[in-house]
């Protein structure tokens, strides 16, 4: 089984960072496979922050500039460095990963999770 954790979330004041972290296990061939980052507020439907895929990203609009996403595929582990955080990033964090050779920008294309990560950005 392909098993996702993610972990790094944490309460931060605006203007600060944080990096998440998500470890690959079972078939860990992930530097072939689109990784993601999800994110998920209250009330509000989860939305795609960034993905990679052999070096090659993609971010959202509103996280272009700040947030970064890159793989250590020595150590299985997906990351992303948030800075200049802002109180509207507060959100669920989630990595994911596909079964496919591409990437997209929809969550139905992601069969494998993580558990999530709560990030809080105070004013």
């Known amino acids: 089984q392909v098993q996702l954790v993610d972990s790094g979330g944490g309460s931060v004041q605006a203007g600060g960072s944080l990096r998440l972290s998500c470890v690959v296990s079972g078939y860990t061939d992930s530097n072939t496979r689109c990784m993601a980052w999800f994110r998920q507020a209250p009330g509000k439907e989860r939305e795609l922050v960034a993905h990679?895929?052999?070096?090659?990203?993609y971010y959202s609009d509103s996280v272009k500039g700040r947030f970064t996403i890159s793989q250590d595929n020595a150590k299985n582990t997906l990351y992303l460095q948030m800075n200049s955080l802002k109180p509207e990033d507060s959100a669920m964090y989630y990595c994911?990963?596909?079964?496919?050779?591409?990437?997209?920008?929809?969550?139905?294309?992601?069969?494998?999770w993580g558990q999530g990560t709560q990030v809080t950005v105070s004013s």
């Open positions: 990679i895929l052999r070096g090659d990203t």
């Open positions: 994911a990963r596909r079964r496919g050779v591409i990437c997209s920008s929809s969550l139905l294309m992601y069969e494998y």
